[in-house]
């Protein structure tokens, strides 16, 4: 088969000139990610509340120190 009856493609655009197509899934469009989503919503919410801090101690005065006969 002679070469000059080949006929050969057009040149393509090279990549880098070409803008990308800006087609993207939604991932809530997925029934996995729904599923996931309320079952992380559903822990969250059955979580217990986070524990209180505890309360500070009241500090004693110097006077009552000294009565104690501590002194520092």
């Known amino acids: 088969m ?3 009856l080949i006929q050969w493609p057009e040149r393509a655009v090279p990549a880098a000139s070409r803008p990308a197509p800006r087609r993207r899934t939604r991932v809530f469009a997925l029934a996995e990610a729904r599923w996931a989503a309320a ?3 559903l822990f969250l919410i059955a979580l217990p509340p986070p524990p209180s801090p505890p309360k500070a101690r009241p500090t ?3 006077a009552t120190r ?3 006969g501590t002194l520092i």
Do not use: K
Request: net charge neutral; proline share 17%; glycine share 0%.
């Open 39 to 41: 079952a992380l919503v």
């Open 2 to 4: 002679p070469s000059d």
């Open 60 to 62: 004693t005065a110097p």
């Open 66 to 68: 000294a009565r104690m």
